[in-house]
Protein backbone atom coordinates (compact mmCIF):
# COMPACT_ATOMS: atom_id res chain seq x y z
CA UNK A 1 0.00 0.00 0.00
CA UNK A 2 1.24 3.42 -0.94
CA UNK A 3 2.45 5.45 1.98
CA UNK A 4 2.19 9.46 1.74
CA UNK A 5 3.86 12.36 3.93
CA UNK A 6 3.87 15.96 3.42
CA UNK A 7 6.86 17.65 1.93
CA UNK A 8 8.85 19.61 4.42
CA UNK A 9 8.53 22.91 4.10
CA UNK A 10 5.73 23.10 1.87
CA UNK A 11 2.37 21.73 3.19
CA UNK A 12 0.31 21.97 -0.05
CA UNK A 13 2.21 18.66 -1.52
CA UNK A 14 2.76 15.38 -0.30
CA UNK A 15 5.08 12.70 -1.61
CA UNK A 16 4.66 9.15 -1.61
CA UNK A 17 7.00 6.24 -0.78
CA UNK A 18 6.07 5.48 -4.88
CA UNK A 19 7.51 8.44 -5.53
CA UNK A 20 4.67 10.34 -6.62
CA UNK A 21 3.95 13.74 -5.69
CA UNK A 22 0.22 15.20 -4.74
CA UNK A 23 -0.47 18.96 -4.66
CA UNK A 24 -3.44 19.76 -2.18
CA UNK A 25 -4.38 22.98 -4.02
CA UNK A 26 -5.11 21.29 -7.20
CA UNK A 27 -6.17 18.11 -6.10
CA UNK A 28 -4.07 16.00 -8.71
CA UNK A 29 -0.53 14.31 -9.17
CA UNK A 30 1.89 16.26 -10.67
CA UNK A 31 3.38 14.88 -13.65
CA UNK A 32 7.05 16.57 -13.34
CA UNK A 33 9.76 16.85 -16.10
CA UNK A 34 13.31 15.35 -16.81
CA UNK A 35 16.20 17.89 -16.02
CA UNK A 36 19.20 18.20 -18.16
CA UNK A 37 21.24 15.44 -15.71
CA UNK A 38 18.30 12.89 -16.15
CA UNK A 39 17.04 13.54 -12.85
CA UNK A 40 12.69 13.47 -12.44
CA UNK A 41 12.05 16.50 -10.76
CA UNK A 42 8.62 18.35 -10.49
CA UNK A 43 7.92 22.43 -9.60
CA UNK A 44 6.68 23.21 -6.24
CA UNK A 45 4.98 26.76 -5.63
CA UNK A 46 6.22 28.15 -2.38
CA UNK A 47 5.38 31.81 -1.11
CA UNK A 48 4.29 32.48 -5.01
CA UNK A 49 7.56 31.33 -7.03
CA UNK A 50 8.05 27.51 -8.15
CA UNK A 51 11.30 25.80 -7.55
CA UNK A 52 11.92 22.55 -9.40
CA UNK A 53 12.76 19.77 -6.85
CA UNK A 54 14.08 16.31 -7.51
CA UNK A 55 11.48 13.78 -6.36
CA UNK A 56 13.75 11.33 -4.86
CA UNK A 57 15.11 13.98 -2.33
CA UNK A 58 11.73 15.07 -1.97
CA UNK A 59 10.94 11.27 -1.06
CA UNK A 60 14.43 10.68 1.47
CA UNK A 61 13.56 14.24 2.88
CA UNK A 62 10.21 12.68 3.78
CA UNK A 63 10.77 8.87 4.70
CA UNK A 64 14.51 9.22 6.56
CA UNK A 65 15.47 10.91 9.25
CA UNK A 66 18.30 13.57 8.99
CA UNK A 67 21.72 12.72 7.99
CA UNK A 68 21.16 10.80 5.12
CA UNK A 69 23.43 10.69 1.91
CA UNK A 70 22.02 9.88 -0.96
CA UNK A 71 24.37 7.24 -3.39
CA UNK A 72 22.61 6.65 -6.41
CA UNK A 73 19.32 4.06 -7.54
CA UNK A 74 19.36 0.32 -6.99
CA UNK A 75 18.15 -0.57 -10.66
CA UNK A 76 20.36 2.77 -12.40
CA UNK A 77 17.09 4.56 -13.16
CA UNK A 78 17.06 8.12 -12.35
CA UNK A 79 13.65 8.65 -13.14
CA UNK A 80 12.45 5.22 -10.55
CA UNK A 81 12.12 7.79 -7.51
CA UNK A 82 10.81 4.65 -4.88
CA UNK A 83 11.93 4.64 -1.90
CA UNK A 84 12.85 0.92 -2.24
CA UNK A 85 14.79 1.93 -5.62
CA UNK A 86 17.64 4.69 -3.35
CA UNK A 87 20.30 3.87 -2.20
CA UNK A 88 21.23 5.59 1.28
CA UNK A 89 23.83 5.97 3.90
CA UNK A 90 22.30 6.67 7.45
CA UNK A 91 25.54 6.48 9.13
CA UNK A 92 25.79 9.56 11.40
CA UNK A 93 28.49 11.94 11.05
CA UNK A 94 31.73 11.68 12.41
CA UNK A 95 32.38 13.22 15.87
CA UNK A 96 34.21 16.54 15.87
CA UNK A 97 35.83 18.01 19.08
CA UNK A 98 36.34 21.38 19.81
CA UNK A 99 39.40 23.03 19.30
CA UNK A 100 40.59 22.71 22.61
CA UNK A 101 39.74 18.70 22.93
CA UNK A 102 41.59 17.90 20.39
CA UNK A 103 44.70 19.75 22.05
CA UNK A 104 44.22 17.98 25.30
CA UNK A 105 43.81 14.50 23.32
CA UNK A 106 47.03 15.32 21.75
CA UNK A 107 48.98 16.47 24.34
CA UNK A 108 47.90 13.22 25.95
CA UNK A 109 49.17 11.01 23.39
CA UNK A 110 52.48 12.49 23.74
CA UNK A 111 52.08 11.85 27.25
CA UNK A 112 51.52 8.03 26.32
CA UNK A 113 47.65 7.69 26.79
CA UNK A 114 46.66 5.07 24.14
CA UNK A 115 44.27 6.08 21.59
CA UNK A 116 41.45 3.98 23.46
CA UNK A 117 42.39 5.77 26.62
CA UNK A 118 41.50 9.35 25.15
CA UNK A 119 38.63 7.79 23.11
CA UNK A 120 37.03 6.61 26.46
CA UNK A 121 37.42 10.07 28.06
CA UNK A 122 36.17 12.14 25.17
CA UNK A 123 33.40 9.55 24.29
CA UNK A 124 34.47 9.36 20.73
CA UNK A 125 35.78 6.30 18.45
CA UNK A 126 39.39 4.91 18.66
CA UNK A 127 39.91 5.50 14.74
CA UNK A 128 38.98 9.21 15.10
CA UNK A 129 41.51 8.97 17.77
CA UNK A 130 44.06 7.47 15.76
CA UNK A 131 43.21 9.72 13.16
CA UNK A 132 43.63 13.41 14.69
CA UNK A 133 47.09 11.39 16.52
CA UNK A 134 48.34 10.62 13.19
CA UNK A 135 49.80 7.48 14.38
CA UNK A 136 48.76 4.10 15.43
CA UNK A 137 48.77 4.12 19.08
Known sequence: MEEWRPIKGNLQY??????RVWSWVSGRYLNGSIDSGGYHQ????HRGRGRGRKIHRLV???FCDAGWKFLGFRNKDTTDCRLGNL????APPQ???SAWARLRARDMGHRGATATHIANIFNVP?????????SGR
Open 14 to 19: AVSDCG
Open 42 to 45: VNLA
Open 60 to 62: LAA
Open 87 to 90: LVDL
Open 95 to 97: PRL
Open 126 to 134: ESYVTTMLG
